[in-house]
């Protein structure tokens, strides 16, 4: 099975941006679409973005379409998460997660994720 480790969170001011890294081990992120969720507090945890195997479609929630983007390299067996015109409402634990299912493109419930890192904290101060 896959471990993940998350880093790149902190504080940063509305406006700014993050680049947040999920590096992978015990196994090729290249068997697993990824994806990333958030936690912020007293909510539930929700759908952040999520990309394909091949790298070839992503997908993001409505709340960060333009303003985040997915990636991978699988190289180096790292998925990233670029965020831009970050918000107070950002503001939460951010978790990547491992979907061993390729044959469905999009997934965006912590049900289909088989495999989590632990998160790393993101603060948007105002």
């Known amino acids: 099975q896959v471990q993940l480790v998350e880093s790149g969170g902190g504080l940063v001011q509305a406006g700014g941006s993050l680049r947040l890294s999920c590096a992978a081990s015990?196994?090729?992120?290249?068997?697993?679409?990824m994806g990333w969720f958030r936690q912020a507090p007293g909510k539930v945890r929700e759908f952040v973005a999520r990309i394909t195997w091949s790298g070839g479609r992503t997908d993001y929630a409505d709340s960060v379409k333009g303003r985040f983007t997915i990636s991978r390299d699988n190289a180096k067996n790292t998925v990233y998460l670029q965020m831009g015109s970050l918000k107070s409402e950002d503001t939460a634990v951010y978790c990547c997660?491992?979907?061993?299912?390729?044959?469905?493109?999009?997934?965006?419930?912590?049900?289909?994720?088989?495999?989590w890192g632990q998160g790393t904290q993101v603060t948007v101060s105002s």
């Open positions: 997660a491992a979907d061993p299912n390729l044959t469905v493109v999009v997934r965006t419930t912590s049900n289909d994720y088989n495999y």
């Open positions: 015990g196994r090729s992120i290249s068997d697993y679409a």
